[in-house]
């Protein structure tokens, strides 16, 4: 994770995207990437920019929180700002983070973000307890080390192959290895991450791994991976 949350701040109310920015720029731990009341600017933040956390109105005249919401939900975390308490329902269907009520006073957006920080470190720390924490489908999903096999880099998403299943994830291959033990994965290209134990032999430019696949080694990480069958001198 970076040091800071990069966050985005979407309301059709000017006043409320200044006093929600206000707030924001008063906690060093968030960096605002995007304030504003146009939904298709903020899009095209979404889309070509990391933004970690999203504070977003419901009611809006292009497109709606909920809409929006139903399109981006994969790719990032929420916390609506509303006047209308009767949303609450419907945004919580989509596992938003937090839902703050308007007017919405400093203490209660701060405690907002706080509760944010501490989903980060509850699911997003490193496999110190043998699995980690991925998001997909809405949900969380916890995932042992031991049962990885290896990893896919996808378009926007990364596979996790498993011995049990294969689960689908909005995370790029940099971040996940972060997480992952460097005694225990090694990556061999630009789209696999394999776990060492799952290697049963190396062969010219591809591995194979124990149920038989074959999956290239990229030039950029043969090096890497001589050095790890290499012995030290």
Not at 15 to 34: K, T
Not at 123 to 142: C, L, P, S
Not at 148 to 166: F, G, S
Request: hydrophobic residues 45%; glycine residues 2%; negative net charge.
């Amino acid at each position: 994770m970076s040091s800071t949350i990069k966050c985005l701040i979407l309301d059709d109310e000017p006043l409320a995207v200044r006093l929600i920015d206000d707030y924001a720029r008063q906690l060093p731990e968030l960096e605002v990437m995007y304030a504003g009341t146009q939904v298709y600017q903020a899009m095209l933040v979404l889309k070509s920019q990391q933004i970690d956390l999203v504070f977003l109105d419901i009611q809006m005249p292009e497109l709606t929180g909920i809409e929006l919401m139903r399109h981006f939900n994969q790719q990032h975390h929420f916390i609506i700002t509303s006047a209308y308490q009767e949303y609450a329902l419907d945004a919580f269907q989509f596992q938003v983070v937090d839902f703050l009520l308007k007017p919405i006073v400093f203490d209660r957006f701060r405690q907002s973000v706080n509760k944010f920080i501490q989903w980060q470190q509850n699911f997003t720390r490193t496999a110190d307890n043998g699995y980690i924490f991925v998001r997909a489908d809405r949900q969380y999903h916890q995932v042992a080390m031991d049962t990885i096999i290896y990893i896919e880099a996808l378009k926007d998403y990364i596979r996790i192959h498993t011995t049990q299943n294969t689960i689908l994830v909005w995370e790029n291959m940099k971040d996940i290895l972060d997480r992952l033990p460097a005694k225990e994965f090694i990556r061999i290209h630009r789209s696999y991450i394999v776990s060492l134990k799952q290697v049963k032999l190396i062969e010219n430019n591809r591995v194979q791994l124990q149920n038989a696949n074959w999956l290239p080694i990229g030039e950029t990480y043969r090096k890497v991976v001589v050095d790890w069958v290499t012995p030290p001198a």
